[in-house]
């Protein structure tokens, strides 16, 4: 393991910076630079630090960790300097010229941790999430994986495929027993149970992921319509531009919003309608290919005709919305599972009501469950464990080796989530996407 140095907390003028050195060398470059002996662990000492010349860089808190009780699992130094850049950039440069220690890469600390056991990948990629979570949900579940809920349900699973595994190589080692048809009945009962709780899980992450990544609306409708006027409701400011000119709007706009402690994204879209105009076209194009990938479409119409029009292009729990209804009344028509509501941004009625309506939709679409597959690479690992269990189902009766060898491939899938069975090409690219000092 080499030793590397990076700031831990933001590298800005502020009071305090903390720089941390994780590694086999992180004590000696302390007395290197401090001229004294490494404090008692745990203990948050003064010491001044030095130049190469002998002249001082700064008088900082020290602590020192020593292996395995740290953070990485190492020997670790967290320096607290006086938040100065000149400050920050020599006492940097001066530690990287004892030789002692490098500058680390993203994540490296973290996977240095990994490494040492001190925590498990999804543990460290629930520590990326808290940092990066900006809204209460986010955070929440952030808090959640760092408990170890998903590591621990993950190692549960895998557990199951190898009673199952080694239940059913106790047949090959003893060829003399009878061979059950494919898997005992026993061992496809645990198969066929797993296959319906990782089911369930994947049908679970859609909400997890949704939290993570943020929850999506669209909005759609004609040219005019008034869906530009409506983002910009919604954002209580100028996001999009309104005209009564029809094609304004020819890109995606989007904006964040919190909405009740959740991420969600809205997005104004270029008016639905044949156009000759080609990049008015590619913008329509560009709005349908987003709405099927939306968590919800608002449908934007201010007259019944428009409104039969652009319901064609929602689906059930989504929303029609009556616009300019200060111009006219809605004839609302009442489709099974879409919500209709009247509004009109001239006069700000209601918005509050549609805001209300939004977050209702947001709040079943995000119910918190437990221990939630948060990324993608963990649906996808999930999804191949099933689908090799399914195989060891469906082996045919003679081949009971070739149904070991479908739970041997489920148990490695399941192993990846928490990085038992890593591949170094997977490790570095899940680390590589934290940041320095992380
Ligand atoms: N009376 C009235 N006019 C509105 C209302 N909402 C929008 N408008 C007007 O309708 C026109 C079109 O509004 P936009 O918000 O630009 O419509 P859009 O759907 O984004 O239009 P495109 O970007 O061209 O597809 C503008 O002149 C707005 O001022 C409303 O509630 N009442
Ligand atoms: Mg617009």
Avoid at 204 to 230: M, T, V, Y
């Amino acid at each position: 393991m080499r030793t590397i140095i990076a700031p831990a907390s933001a590298a800005v003028k502020s009071g305090v910076i903390v720089v941390r050195a994780s590694g086999p060398n992180s004590f000696e470059l302390l007395e290197k630079l401090s001229g004294k002996s490494t404090p008692s662990p745990r203990h948050a000492v003064l010491r001044n630090l030095f130049d190469a010349k002998g002249d001082l860089i700064d008088n900082a808190l020290v602590i020192a960790f020593n292996a395995p009780n740290s953070f990485t699992g190492e020997n670790v130094v967290e320096f607290h300097l006086h938040g100065g850049m000149a400050i920050l950039k020599n006492f940097l440069e001066t530690a990287l010229e004892t030789g002692l220690c490098y500058p680390a890469n993203p994540g490296e600390f973290s996977r240095q941790a990994f490494e040492n056991s001190r925590m498990d990948l999804t543990e460290a990629e629930a520590i990326a999430d808290l940092i990066d979570a900006e809204t209460n949900a986010q955070l929440k579940q952030a808090q959640k994986q760092m408990r170890g809920e998903l590591g621990a349900l993950a190692r549960e699973w895998r557990e199951e495929i190898i009673s199952a595994l080694s239940e059913s190589e106790a047949y090959i080692d003893f060829p003399d027993e009878d061979l059950p048809d494919g898997l005992s009945a026993r061992a496809s009962s645990t198969v066929k149970n797993l296959i319906k709780s990782l089911k369930q899980h994947i049908e679970d992450s859609k909400s997890a992921q949704r939290i993570r990544d943020g929850f999506s609306i669209i909005i759609l409708g004609e040219p005019n319509a008034g869906k530009s006027s409506l983002l910009n409701a919604l954002a209580r400011r100028q996001a999009a531009i309104v005209s009564s000119i029809a094609g304004t709007t020819r890109d995606v706009v989007e904006i964040s919003l919190n909405i009740g402690g959740n991420l969600v994204f809205v997005a104004d879209t270029a008016g639905l309608r044949e156009t000759s105009d080609e990049i008015e076209e590619q913008g329509v194009k560009i709005a349908l290919e987003r709405a099927e990938h939306s968590d919800l479409r608002i449908g934007l119409a201010p007259d019944a005709a428009s409104a039969k029009e652009i319901a064609s292009h929602l689906a059930a729990g989504d929303i029609l919305v009556w616009s300019k209804s200060d111009l006219q009344s809605p004839d609302y028509l009442k489709i099974d599972g879409i919500d209709e509501i009247a509004i009109s941004t001239k006069n700000n009625s209601g918005i509050k009501e549609l805001e209300d309506l939004i977050l209702m939709k947001i709040n079943t679409g995000l119910a918190p469950v437990s221990a939630p597959l948060t990324r993608a690479r963990h649906v996808f690992a999930v999804s191949e464990a099933i689908k090799a269990l399914e195989a060891a189902l469906d082996a045919p009766s003679e081949a009971l080796e070739l149904a070991c060898e479908d739970l041997r491939i489920a148990a490695r899938a399941l192993g990846e989530i928490t990085g038992e069975v890593g591949v170094d090409d997977i490790l570095d690219k899940i680390f590589s996407s934290f940041c320095i000092g992380k």
